[in-house]
């Protein structure tokens, strides 16, 4: 039952070239900052992130992307890096876009241990492009895919050392869904504490699925895209 690292470095010791990893955050909000970092340092190459987005040129998973350690990205947004932008246009990345909701859906789905589902969202686009589609009740529907990783690396606001999780609003984003997506849960938490501590009732991952745990630090919590209401 010890989860407990004493950091990110040590809590990634094992992740290796060519892994499918989860990264939770929506933008830049909930990312894992350290762990995000000590990837960078751990210097693992040809790696297959699922995750929201992919950062921001020099934040983020942008800091991944400028280190050359990601091959393959999927993920529902792409809007705010540059630099992805020029690797995906000269064939440098491949790159999967999926709809915000069928990309919550699969990741819950591939920690259900369902394979696969059918939804209406993409019919008739580019989403559809070489997938199964099925007539229900009058309507088509594509058959998606469930999505599991090697690795889901997340950040919680709280979590005791059994790997218990509390999350703060928005922060919260696909982090509990990727938690029961991977083979191994790295949790970095902005406050560690002991056993006992959290109310049971407000814990939103279990600790059955977290494998690691670590008390994080330095969190800068940088801002997308700042927007000042004028004067």
Not at 82 to 91: A, Q, R, S, W
Not at 134 to 152: H, N, P, Q, V
Not at 201 to 223: A, C, H, N, W
């Amino acid at each position: 039952m010890n989860k407990v690292f004493a950091n990110a470095d040590e809590a990634i010791f094992d992740v290796q070239d060519g892994a499918t990893v989860m990264f939770g955050g929506f933008g830049l909000c909930g990312i894992p900052e350290n762990l995000i970092a000590a990837m960078v340092r751990r210097g693992v190459k040809n790696l297959t992130t699922i995750s929201n987005n992919v950062g921001v040129d020099h934040w983020g998973l942008g800091l991944l992307l400028e280190a050359d350690q990601i091959k393959r990205h999927v993920g529902t947004y792409v809007g705010e890096n540059k630099f992805l932008e020029d690797l995906v246009l000269t064939k440098k990345l491949d790159l999967e876009l999926v709809p915000q909701g069928t990309f919550a859906e699969r990741i819950r789905a591939g920690g259900a241990g369902i394979p696969a589902f059918y939804t209406p969202t993409g019919v008739g686009t580019v989403v559809a492009d070489g997938k199964e589609t099925r007539d229900f009740e009058g309507r088509t529907y594509l058959m998606e895919r469930g999505l599991t990783a090697d690795f889901a690396l997340i950040k919680a606001w709280k979590g005791d050392k059994w790997g218990n999780l509390v999350f703060r609003k928005t922060a919260r984003n696909f982090s509990p869904m990727m938690a029961t997506a991977a083979k191994t849960t790295i949790v970095e938490v902005e406050h560690l504490v002991e056993v006992g501590q959290l109310d049971p009732d407000l814990v939103m991952t279990p600790s059955i699925y977290v494998k690691r745990i670590f008390q994080g630090q330095g969190y800068e919590k940088r801002i997308e895209r700042r927007t000042l209401r004028k004067r």
